[in-house]
């Protein structure tokens, strides 16, 4: 998603896994690319890419949403690839993070954090009121409570300690912030809901540790997810497993170099939304030092992991094994910074990716089927 001084940013997912990259089976290896490009590299920023989101527009026109080293935030349609609009300033920082959502009255908006809060119209590039928070802010995301009520979700750094809950409709706070008892940063942040139907966010920080939380409440629904206690929780994602089992996935990276001064791998991990315990082993990834993460469906409907390493290079896993699906496929010249998974128009599944290249790219995840 988004990078912090140290690190860039990652994903992470859940489901039952198999064995690591490095040991892939032969037949995993033998099968063909898992993403194909659709389209030239979408290029328009003139900094790293560091946050990528999917939405929709009023007209029902699929967007992507990017910021990040420039200060700017833009649009892109997902059909076409082409900028939509012009690029939208008014941060005086990087942007961290980028979410998108809906006010109940039917509104699309985007919601970017950098040195504050800001909201903008999805349709028409306009700010939506005055900033939220006048203060660095590493991570956004947007849900929806159970009350209906449409609410912002961010966190602020290793000083304040806190996540705060916002009313989309009103930009007003709504109750107290809650702090993350950790003295590190929250630098991921993702929505989902429970098999119950409970919505939750999740947390990652840069102590290796993720949490659930219940946003209703704000309260925390789960101890520290954690294998590792000197890593960095570079991303977070959300997703669900063939059987309906929800999960959330995060992708660690260590926090320094190994016995003999090199980078280790970096590993995904699979946790259980509901009872905030891993399914199946640590997946190691190729990646040394970067591991983004976006959970999507392929095209027949299977579930997956997709991240992006440190050359630049796209991998998919299975979400419900574990297993590594075809060779990684090249793409960014540099690491890739931020995931997001969607839908075009006609219904193909895609992957959307940013590096620090400064470039966009959409790849195809397979036609849609008639099940998928």
């Not at 961290?96 to 509104?107: C, E, I, L, M, P």
């Not at 299975?318 to 960014?332: F, I, K, N, W």
Request: proline share 7%.
């Amino acid at each position: 998603m988004k990078a912090l001084a140290v690190a860039a940013g990652a994903l992470l997912i859940i489901g039952p896994l198999g064995p690591p990259a490095g040991r892939a089976t032969a037949d995993v290896r033998r099968a063909a690319a898992p993403a194909a490009p659709l389209g030239k590299p979408l290029k328009g920023h003139t900094g790293a890419v560091e946050t990528v989101a999917v939405g929709r527009r009023s007209d029902g026109t699929p967007v992507i949403v990017s910021a990040g080293d420039d200060r700017t935030v833009r649009i892109w349609s997902l059909d076409t690839g082409k900028a939509l609009g012009k690029p939208l300033r008014g941060h005086k920082g990087e942007i961290y993070d980028v979410a998108v959502g809906r006010r109940s009255d039917g509104t699309p908006v985007i919601v970017s954090a950098a040195d504050d809060i800001r909201i903008w119209n999805l349709d028409t590039g306009k700010p939506l009121g005055k900033p939220l928070k006048s203060s660095l802010v590493h991570a956004v995301t947007t849900g929806k409570r159970t009350d209906g009520t449409p609410v912002i979700v961010s966190s602020g750094d290793a000083l304040t300690r806190d996540v705060e809950i916002w009313n989309l409709d009103t930009g007003k706070l709504i109750g107290k912030p809650a702090v993350n008892p950790f003295a590190f940063t929250v630098t991921q942040l993702v929505t989902g809901k429970r098999s119950d139907g409970t919505p939750v966010f999740v947390t990652g920080a840069t102590n290796g540790r993720a949490r659930i939380w219940n946003m209703n409440t704000g309260k925390p629904l789960s101890k520290s997810l954690s294998r590792c206690g000197i890593c960095l929780v570079e991303g977070l994602a959300v997703g669900e497993r063939s059987d309906g089992t929800p999960v959330a996935v995060s992708g660690d990276i260590p926090s320094g170099p190994d016995e003999d001064g090199g980078t280790p791998p970096s590993w995904i991990r699979i946790w259980n939304l509901d009872t905030g315990k891993p399914i199946g082993k640590s997946i190691e990834t190729p990646s040394r030092g970067y591991v983004e993460v976006a959970v999507g469906r392929r095209g027949d409907g299977s579930p997956v992991i997709v991240s992006g390493d440190d050359a630049g290079n796209l991998l998919m896993w299975d979400l419900d094994t574990g297993e590594r699906l075809g060779e990684p496929v090249a793409g960014h010249t540099l690491p890739i910074s931020a995931l997001a998974t969607g839908r075009r128009s006609d219904g193909t599944p895609v992957v959307i990716s940013s590096g620090g290249d400064g470039t966009i790219r959409i790849w195809s995840l397979g036609a849609r089927s008639s099940t998928g």
